[in-house]
């Protein structure tokens, strides 16, 4: 059966996910070119990533067809949180500020992050220790706007220790230690957490909101690049709390909006977003792996779900 492909306006950090997602769900056509540089994409394949990128393309083969862009009525605006507040202020303030190469720069680091075991392996590790500095600054915060946006369904440490589990044994808190692009990561989490906890929502947003917009489908793309049977090394993206992502994100939405900030505040917000995305490009940028081999292995996966081959 084919694929259903919709579009979704979305910020930049977010459309990233979709991206990725969108170029393998709907069929890649991807090849190794003869000395081809491990770091750089085939021409064709980037432009048609950042294509959707900029069209905030995304994937769902069990997605309901939504209906063709229009321009937002005030009611239309009314009933989308997206469309108002800091919610917009953020997708808006995101989703331009970063250049073809930025952009091209996550999306290849996701690619070589997907093409070894090990690449993936020190990809988790590091969003372990992220993650547990993000939630450790939440548990501890007074801040009432970051309490307001901290769901339980959310948190991803528990299932990243499940991850580091499979791929490093049960004596894994001895063995894994944080790259040098996590520490900066971590290090910025912590300083704002203690300075300007108020900014920890730019972490909630771009972090959260992308692993819960894509997750589903980068964590599938993953265990087909590695061959991994469903949920190895791979439940960091599974929310199995959340039944309905698109409720879910709407509720998170107007809880933002109704965020009592000043202008500074929300303002400095949209800024620390844009920083988390050049923090999360530090973190793909130090993994070694050839994005061209996970390419190759998901044509092929893709290619026998077609003709029926298990």
Same mark, same amino acid.
């Given at each position: 059966?084919?694929?259903?492909?919709? +579009? +979704?306006?979305?910020?930049?950090?977010?459309?990233?996910?979709?991206?990725?997602?969108?170029?393998?769900?709907?069929? @890649? %056509?991807?090849?190794? !070119?003869?000395?081809?540089?491990?770091?750089?994409?085939?021409? *064709?394949?980037? *432009?048609?990533?950042? &294509?959707? @990128?900029?069209?905030?393309?995304?994937?769902?083969?069990?997605?309901?067809?939504?209906?063709?862009?229009?321009?937002?009525?005030? &009611?239309?605006?009314?009933?989308?949180?997206?469309?108002?507040?800091? !919610?917009?202020?953020?997708?808006?303030?995101?989703?331009?500020?970063?250049?073809?190469?930025?952009?091209?720069?996550? @999306?290849?680091?996701?690619?070589? $992050?997907?093409?070894?075991?090990?690449?993936?392996?020190?990809?988790?590790?590091?969003?372990?220790?992220?993650?547990?500095?993000?939630?450790?600054?939440?548990?501890?915060?007074?801040?009432?706007?970051?309490?307001?946006?901290?769901?339980?369904?959310? +948190? +991803? @440490?528990?299932?990243?220790?499940?991850?580091?589990?499979?791929?490093?044994?049960? =004596?894994?808190?001895?063995?894994?230690?944080?790259?040098?692009?996590?520490?900066?990561?971590?290090?910025?989490?912590?300083?704002?957490?203690?300075?300007?906890? =108020?900014?920890?929502?730019?972490?909630?947003?771009?972090?959260?909101?992308?692993?819960?917009?894509?997750?589903?489908?980068?964590?599938?793309?993953?265990?087909?690049?590695?061959?991994?049977?469903?949920?190895?090394?791979?439940?960091?993206?599974?929310?199995?709390?959340?039944?309905?992502?698109? !409720?879910?994100? %709407?509720?998170?939405?107007?809880?933002?909006?109704?965020? %009592?900030?000043?202008?500074?505040?929300?303002?400095?917000?949209? %800024?620390?977003?844009?920083?988390?995305?050049?923090?999360?490009?530090?973190?793909?940028?130090?993994?070694? $792996?050839?994005?061209?081999?996970?390419?190759?292995?998901?044509?092929?996966?893709?290619?026998?779900?077609?003709?029926?081959?298990?």
């Amino acid at each position: 059966m084919k694929s259903m492909c919709r +579009r +979704r306006p979305t910020s930049a950090a977010l459309a990233i996910a979709f991206a990725v997602a969108h170029q393998a769900s709907c069929g @890649v %056509d991807a090849f190794v !070119a003869p000395g081809a540089g491990i770091a750089t994409l085939p021409p *064709s394949f980037s *432009s048609r990533l950042l &294509a959707s @990128v900029e069209d905030a393309t995304v994937t769902d083969s069990n997605a309901a067809p939504i209906e063709e862009k229009r321009e937002p009525t005030s &009611a239309g605006i009314s009933e989308n949180p997206r469309k108002a507040g800091l !919610a917009l202020m953020l997708d808006d303030g995101t989703r331009k500020s970063h250049s073809m190469a930025e952009n091209t720069a996550f @999306v290849s680091g996701f690619f070589k $992050g997907i093409a070894t075991q090990s690449a993936f392996a020190n990809l988790v590790t590091s969003l372990y220790f992220v993650y547990q500095a993000m939630e450790n600054e939440f548990e501890n915060s007074s801040d009432a706007s970051v309490k307001a946006l901290d769901y339980s369904e959310l +948190r +991803r @440490v528990n299932t990243l220790e499940k991850d580091m589990e499979f791929f490093y044994g049960p =004596e894994w808190a001895s063995i894994i230690a944080p790259s040098a692009a996590a520490k900066r990561y971590v290090a910025r989490i912590q300083e704002i957490g203690k300075s300007e906890p =108020e900014l920890l929502i730019a972490h909630q947003y771009t972090r959260y909101l992308g692993d819960l917009f894509g997750g589903q489908m980068m964590g599938g793309m993953a265990s087909k690049s590695l061959g991994l049977e469903p949920g190895q090394g791979t439940s960091f993206y599974q929310f199995d709390d959340i039944t309905d992502a698109k !409720a879910f994100i %709407d509720e998170w939405y107007t809880n933002l909006n109704e965020l %009592d900030l000043t202008s500074k505040q929300k303002e400095a917000i949209v %800024d620390e977003a844009n920083l988390v995305f050049a923090l999360n490009i530090e973190i793909l940028e130090e993994l070694e $792996g050839s994005p061209f081999k996970a390419m190759l292995m998901l044509a092929i996966s893709a290619f026998k779900e077609k003709i029926g081959f298990q």
